[in-house]
Every structure is written in structure tokens, then in C-alpha cells.
């Protein structure tokens, strides 16, 4: 079956950066749309980033605009999200998904996606 794994999360200080990964097992992440989403209790998950396979094309979160980076290496089927200048506020479980059907183009809606990741925690705090 179809599976994306994650790792990277942690509890880091304000101000610093992790690095998230989701490696797609069993599928190639080639012609895919890979996004990243965030969830705190009480609230439905938000789209944080996502990146087109086809153009490379790349949107991100009003909220995390110029701090975050998603990436792909195709060789180790492997997408990331760069995490830096974290803030408290950026505290939630991520989750990373893939979309078959569907490109994004702004928004990063979580209905177009089909496959997702456990999640990871990120909790930033002094």
C-alpha cells in the first residue's frame, strides 16, 4: 500500500529551524503534488506549503511566507519542509500528504489530498 513516513520533529527554542521529512514508500513522488499541513487541538488542519512535481512550482502559507521551504529529492523519494525563525505559534502536529488528482495553485486545500503522513509534533518553546 501507498505510505508516506515522517521524522523530524522536535522541541526546539524560538528562533530556530528543524528540517521535516516525508518519504513516500511503495509510490514515486514524480508527477505528484506533494503539501505539507499543520494542526493544533481544536482546529482543522491548515495548509502550510505546497510544491507541483510537474512545473516545480512552489505556495506557501500567508504565515509562513519567507520562513519555510519545501524541497524534493527525487532520488531518495523524499520531500522536506525547512522550518526556520520558528515561533510558538508555529507549535502543532505536521503532516505531510500527496495529491493524485489535483494540482495546487494558492490554496492548499486538504480535501484534494489523498495519501498523508502519521504526523510529527514541532513545539516551540523556551
Known amino acids: 500500500q501507498l505510505q508516506l513516513v515522517e521524522s523530524g520533529g522536535g522541541l526546539v527554542q524560538p528562533g530556530t529551524s528543524l528540517r521535516l521529512s516525508c518519504e513516500a514508500h511503495?509510490?514515486?513522488?514524480?508527477?505528484?503534488?506533494m503539501g505539507w499541513f499543520r494542526q493544533v487541538p481544536g482546529k482543522g488542519r491548515e495548509g502550510v506549503s505546497c510544491?507541483?512535481?510537474?512545473?516545480?512550482?512552489?505556495y506557501y502559507g500567508d504565515s509562513v511566507k519567507g520562513r519555510f521551504a519545501i524541497s524534493i529529492d527525487r532520488r531518495t523519494n523524499t520531500f522536506y519542509l525547512n522550518l526556520n525563525t520558528l515561533q510558538p505559534e508555529d507549535s502543532a502536529i505536521y503532516y505531510c500528504?500527496?495529491?493524485?488528482?489535483?494540482?495546487?495553485?494558492?490554496?492548499?486545500?486538504?480535501?484534494?489530498?489523498?495519501?498523508w503522513g502519521q504526523g510529527t509534533q514541532v513545539t516551540v518553546s523556551s
Open positions: 500528504a500527496v495529491a493524485e488528482y489535483h494540482r495546487c495553485s494558492g490554496p492548499i486545500l486538504e480535501q484534494e489530498y489523498n495519501y
Open positions: 511503495r509510490f514515486s513522488l514524480d508527477w505528484h503534488t
Open positions: 510544491l507541483n512535481d510537474n512545473d516545480g512550482s512552489r
